[in-house]
């Protein structure tokens, strides 16, 4: 798995150097073929607008019974797949509930998952999410979390819009090994704005929410947090 994150990352790095010599020799800084978006007055990459159309051949590894499992699938329930990306993991989960919405703000990334059947693509932040208040039973956010830029304000939104009852199953790198250490330095050097949190630091946001937490991890390089809402 982190063979393919760090081809991504390497990718990125790549064609952020291409950018540089087009800047030194006179072409156009960005013209490399990624978006561009205007927030607050800086000029940021959109990472994933670059990546989107190799990104499911190079990432494929995704532990889907541990997924299944912690989100108590097969059930009949709506789930809500934030920072969901091409789909790469929903799809596979289409077949065990009634309905998948995956939101993102990539539109590259959504292009992708448009193209896979049944999925519903909806561009957003997940920091402000476009659904009422208990629209989901599950919501899953899988290698995403560090990419969102207020992360305590996209774990309340995805808490807000949970059913009672409902469950939220948070993917992320562990940032205390060592390979993970090396992917979060490729990523800063990739100039992407991630930020790791611990699962320590997800659990005490999540029970200031009034969740019920539960950790587990792979012994390699994840962590899953799981976060339920009472009834
Ligand atoms: C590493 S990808 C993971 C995609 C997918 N969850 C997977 O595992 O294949 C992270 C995704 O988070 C999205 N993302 C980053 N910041 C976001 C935000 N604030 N709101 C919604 N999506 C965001 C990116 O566009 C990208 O598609």
């Not at 020799?25 to 490399?32: C, K, N, V, W």
């Not at 993917?171 to 320590?200: C, G, N, W, Y």
């Not at 969740?211 to 390699?220: A, C, I, P, Q």
């Amino acid at each position: 798995m982190f063979i393919s994150r760090l081809s991504i990352i390497v990718s990125l790095n790549f064609q952020i150097m291409i950018g540089i010599r087009k800047a030194v020799t006179g072409h156009a800084f960005f013209e490399i073929k990624c978006r561009m978006r205007k927030k607050k007055g800086t000029r940021m990459f959109d990472h994933f607008n670059m990546v989107a159309s190799i990104y499911d051949k190079v990432i494929r590894v995704y532990d889907h019974k541990q997924m299944c499992r912690l989100l108590d699938l097969p059930a009949r329930v709506r789930l809500l797949d934030a920072g969901g990306g091409t789909g790469r993991v929903s799809q596979r989960l289409c077949p065990l509930v009634d309905q998948v919405v995956i939101c993102d703000m990539s539109r590259a990334m959504l292009r992708q998952a448009a193209m896979r059947e049944k999925l519903n693509p909806v561009r957003a932040r997940a920091e402000r999410l476009p659904f009422a208040d208990e629209t989901f039973d599950r919501v899953l956010t899988v290698d995403a979390l560090h990419h969102f830029h207020n992360q305590r304000q996209a774990l309340a939104d995805m808490v807000r819009v949970l059913k009672p009852g409902g469950r939220l199953v948070i993917e992320e790198p562990d940032k205390t090994r060592p390979f993970v250490k090396i992917v979060m330095l490729l990523e800063k050097l990739a100039l992407m704005r991630s930020h790791f949190l611990t699962s320590q630091q997800i659990v005490k946001w999540l029970n200031g929410l009034g969740m019920t937490t539960y950790v587990e991890n792979d012994g390699r390089f994840i962590f899953w947090v799981q976060g339920d809402k009472s009834q």
